[in-house]
């Protein structure tokens, strides 16, 4: 499509391509005729010369132009015609191509209406089974809610608990009888009930939170349960380095002067063991002991009087069991030597009766040789009975009555 001006010009128009060219072709002659004007002015012949080319080739340009009319007017036709037979194919083709949309169409309608009507049911089935696990969700919420206050209780009550284990560890009291209770709870796990003994009275009227019956040596030891805890709470309270020495010194205090009660009250030469035992029932306290006052310890073990928590505790108390274990081994290594002594004698006792049973064994089989050695005498003297005659018997003959009455000879 042109625009000259107001004027469109459609170049898919065989008339208006014709005209266009047309116009060319003038323009170009026009452009010629220019051309040889004004080399006319130059020579003459020529000038005719050209004029006669100039005409034959405006004929020639004519009868090109009859041709490309001809043949524009050809190719019009045939593109109206070709216009046509394509509309008409084009319609059929959108007839047939609209046929098969609806048809499509159609199926896709019916097939999306059944894919809608499973995803609704679907959905359905989804959501009943999506109702009945909410159901159960909510029962299972429930129930965990419920649990989870029953825990709250608990909470409770053993945050109540911990407040009265506070008010138990700040009495002095209270704090050495939950050691006391503490060490019970050890000792009963380690040894047998008769090993030990709680409270014990000693002969200083002292009381012993606990006596280990140890044979001999080293004998009876004791353990103490109490512990200064209020010098280890300040040495953890301490803020700045004033308050931490002063602490420590009091703690230092506080233990060295422990040791030395246990160390005059339980330490009894002849009662006791030469050393006793001071339980900790709280390892933090231990360890504070052996990381940060070692010479405490090295104290302890000057005055004889070993320190000793939970875990430790229960170690040496193993080790006291396997004593008590020997010791019992060996009294009854004794009653077992004392009974083998006793069977070696019934044994010998039950030899000497064997060999009685023996001789009279013996005896009795001799007796019984006699008998049948008799037996057999008289049966042959029977038999010579049986078969005595006697009108044939010699005067002179010894009689038989005779050789009856004689004894037998003894055996």
């Known amino acids: 499509m042109i625009q000259i001006g107001t004027t469109q010009i459609d170049l898919s128009d065989p008339l208006a391509l014709a005209a266009v060219i047309g ?41 090109g132009q009859e041709q490309l009319a001809g043949r524009l007017g050809t190719v019009s036709d045939a593109q109206t015609n070709g216009q046509t037979r394509m509309v008409q194919t084009m319609e059929a083709r959108l007839a047939h191509v609209q046929s098969q949309m609806n048809d499509r169409l159609h199926a896709n309608a019916m097939q999306q209406a059944r894919a809608l009507a499973e995803m609704q049911e679907k959905m359905n089935e989804q959501l009943r089974g999506g109702s009945e696990k909410t ?133 009894i030469e002849g009662e006791t063991a030469d050393g006793a035992l001071m339980f900790l029932p709280s390892e933090a306290v231990y360890a504070e002991l052996h990381a940060n006052f070692p010479e405490i310890v090295r104290e302890g073990f000057a005055a004889r009087v070993w320190i000793v928590s939970p875990t430790t505790c229960m170690a040496t108390l193993n080790t006291m069991r396997a004593i008590l274990k020997d010791a019992r081994m060996r009294e009854q290594a004794g009653a077992i030597r004392k009974t083998l002594s006793l069977l070696h004698r019934d044994v010998e006792i039950v030899v000497e009766r064997v060999a009685k049973l023996d001789t009279h064994f013996t005896q009795a089989r001799k007796d019984l040789d006699g008998i049948g050695t008799a037996a057999e005498r008289a049966g042959k003297r029977a038999l010579k009975l049986d078969n005595f005659d006697f009108e044939e018997l010699a005067p002179e003959a010894d009689s038989p009555l005779e050789s009856l009455t004689q004894d037998p000879p003894k055996s």
């Not at 129930?143 to 206050?149: F, G, H, K, M, P």
């Not at 009963?188 to 140890?214: E, F, M, W």
């Open 23 to 63: 116009g060319v072709a003038f323009l170009v002659l026009l452009v010629l005729i220019v051309f040889a004007i004004r080399a006319a002015g130059r020579s003459s012949e020529p000038v005719i010369w050209q004029m006669s080319q100039l005409s034959r080739t405006v004929e020639g340009l004519a009868s």
């Open 135 to 267: 159901t159960k969700s909510l029962a299972e919420l429930q129930q965990r809610l419920q649990v989870i206050d029953r825990a709250q209780e608990n909470i409770t009550k053993l945050s109540g608990d911990v407040l009265s284990l506070q008010d138990i560890l700040s009495n002095k009291q209270t704090r050495g009888a939950f050691g006391e209770i503490q060490l019970n709870d050890i000792v009963g796990k380690a040894l047998p009930s008769d090993s030990y003994t709680v409270q014990a009275k000693l002969s200083n009227d002292r009381r012993a939170d606990c006596l280990i019956h140890l044979p001999n040596p080293p004998g009876p030891i004791v353990i103490d349960a109490k512990f200064p805890l209020e010098a280890y709470e300040a040495l953890r309270g301490a803020q700045t380095q004033d308050q931490k020495a002063r602490a420590q010194t009091l703690f230092r205090q506080a233990v060295r002067a422990h040791i030395k009660a246990i160390c005059e009250r339980y330490i």
